[in-house]
């Protein structure tokens, strides 16, 4: 089952792909130009409870040479733009000051809360039931918010509870929890009961994390959605197909490739942008290579955050939509694939470490 989406008209298939005609929607208007269109369903995907999700979301992860208050203009950007997906989580330690920037936006008539789709993720030291909705009421604090639209298992692994976000004992290895996250699932499952996050689910899983959720006795709600890496060095075609088979929704984090500034990415990876096919299918259509890899993305399907905080950049990548990838061009894309990570192994030794799987 393919889920809904609204305001992009599918006009062709061609094998995995789909070519859509973006006619109905000009992405070329300022904000205060498109005041009549429903932002919330602008080119977005009916997940399978019912809600919306836009396809084109602005990921909030920095490193930490990003001082927060860039983080914090960044997102007043993303909103003037047109951006009505914003994705963070506990980790990234910024809720705080996104919240600030949600709601300012707000409080401008820019946009209503219904407007916004934020999406936030539990950690790994917040995996135990009882814990959940803790950590979920923190996230909701800093934001100064009533509500999230989207809470995710951030990564199948728990760890110590504490406030350390990655616990170590004396020799400096980190210190695991042994917590059944079908468990976490059935506190995430109340944290929807209590209208504290309208939707679930899970990010980094794999085939077989997700059937471990899917076939848990008494499931009240199963994930709406899969956050994972995704690129064209990575494309993840075989998660991509089970999580449609199962009306699950793929979202792709790093679909730019990532900063190296991380200290948990790889640093010697090849950077994505500068790959010479991406370059020149952007040259074909006049349009950048981030532009050509967030399409990628969406004409596959596949939510994508684009992640910028620098204005120009953050004003390009939203528009994704007034070109076309040709069936040629997807398929030269999918070649590039060659199962590169760019976040490095931290937890490793973990045994629900997901991505010893293929799938």
Request: with cysteine; proline share 5%; hydrophobic share 40%.
């Amino acid at each position: 089952m393919v889920s809904d989406l609204y305001l992009i008209k599918a006009v062709k298939k061609n094998s995995n792909y789909i070519i859509f005609s973006p006619q109905q929607i000009s992405f070329h208007k300022k904000p205060e130009e498109c005041k009549e269109m429903n932002q919330m369903k602008a080119c977005s995907i009916k997940l399978n409870d019912g809600h919306l999700m836009p396809m084109l979301g602005f990921g909030t992860s920095a490193p930490s040479e990003v001082a927060k208050s860039n983080v914090e203009e960044a997102v007043k950007t993303a909103i003037n733009v047109g951006y009505r997906h914003i994705d963070s989580a506990y980790l990234y330690l910024n809720e705080e000051e996104i919240g600030r920037a949600i709601r300012k936006k707000i409080a401008d008539g820019m946009v209503k809360r219904e407007d916004i789709f934020y999406t936030s993720k539990v950690w790994g030291t917040f995996f135990h039931p009882e814990l959940v909705r803790t950590g979920l009421d923190m996230s909701l604090r800093k934001l100064g918010l009533s509500y999230v639209n989207l809470y995710l298992i951030h990564f199948p692994v728990a760890l110590k509870p504490g406030e350390e976000l990655f616990p170590k004992d004396k020799d400096g290895e980190i210190i695991f929890d042994t917590v059944d996250f079908c468990a976490t699932w059935e506190a995430m499952e109340k944290c929807k009961d209590l209208g504290l996050t309208k939707s679930i689910g899970v990010s980094n899983f794999r085939c077989r994390q997700l059937e471990m959720i899917l076939n848990k006795p008494g499931l009240k709600y199963k994930p709406v959605c899969n956050q994972v890496e995704c690129h064209p060095y990575l494309n993840q075609s075989k998660l991509l197909e089970f999580c449609k088979s199962k009306d699950i929704v793929l979202t792709a984090y790093a679909a730019l490739g990532s900063d190296s500034r991380k200290e948990w990415v790889n640093k010697n990876t090849p950077v994505l942008l500068k790959d010479p096919v991406l370059k020149a299918i952007a040259e074909k259509h006049r349009c950048t290579p981030a532009q050509v890899a967030l399409h990628f993305q969406l004409q596959r399907g596949v939510v994508a955050l684009a992640k910028s905080f620098n204005e120009k950049r953050i004003r390009e990548n939203f528009q994704v939509f007034d070109f076309q990838l040709t069936p040629e061009d997807m398929e030269t894309l999918d070649g590039l694939n060659k199962n590169i990570r760019y976040f490095t192994d931290i937890f490793v030794k973990h045994p629900d470490y997901p991505f010893f799987d293929e799938n």
